[in-house]
């Protein structure tokens, strides 16, 4: 008969998260990552896989919360600009204070694994895709509303602004001045009064 786990599976996938988020999934060791979650080593391997697979759940748990936060923000009732730039302010305001700025770990991912690692693309592509939508749509809204010009490309500008948001994520790892992140949002929101 199988022992029962002595551990919260879900707490220790979340510390194996913020271990990520924090390390890089290659500097993140074996023994950092059950010191963390507070387990032993066969638990980790009994329960989850090896290191990779655990970072696979850290990594899809860490992207369905992240979509479901764009989701929540981009699908609230407004006019598009003010969303959008309540968005682009959630992600910078604070940057450089109390603020750690480890960026998105979908975007650090993709950096440091992405391009050598199929399993790890493919979901930030699942991502990345998604979130285009949710963009798309918001600006599909605005079109229609007659806020955003009708003869923008909406599927074209959600990619941009999502690249911008990239951006801003490694920008925002190296510490930038506030004043600077609020101009790459501005002008990077002025593409809306582009027609």
Not at 109 to 119: F, K, M, N, T
Not at 131 to 149: M, N, T
Request: charged share 30%; proline share 4%.
């Amino acid at each position: 008969m199988a022992r029962p786990k002595e551990f919260d599976e879900e707490r220790a996938l979340a510390a194996a998260l913020e271990l990520f988020w924090e390390k890089g999934y290659e500097a993140a060791s074996v023994q950092d990552l059950t010191e963390r979650m507070g387990i032993q080593k066969a638990s980790l391997y009994n329960t989850f896989g090896d290191k990779h697979a655990l970072f696979v759940r850290a990594l899809s748990a860490y992207s369905t919360e992240t979509l479901e936060w764009y989701r929540v923000l981009l699908e609230r009732p407004g006019p598009t600009r003010v969303i959008l730039a309540d968005l682009f302010r959630e992600l910078t305001d604070g940057c450089g204070k109390d603020d750690d700025c480890r960026g998105c770990l979908c975007v650090n991912s993709a950096v440091e694994l992405a391009p050598h690692d199929p399993a790890i693309a493919a979901l930030i592509d699942r991502h990345n895709r998604s979130r285009e939508e949710l963009f798309r749509r918001a600006l599909q809204r605005g079109q229609a509303s007659g806020e955003v010009p009708a003869d923008l490309d909406a599927t074209a500008t959600a990619r941009f602004l999502l690249n911008v948001i990239a951006g801003l994520d490694v920008a925002r790892k190296g510490g930038p001045r506030q004043s600077e992140l609020d101009d790459v949002v501005r002008v990077a929101l002025s593409v809306l009064d582009r027609h």
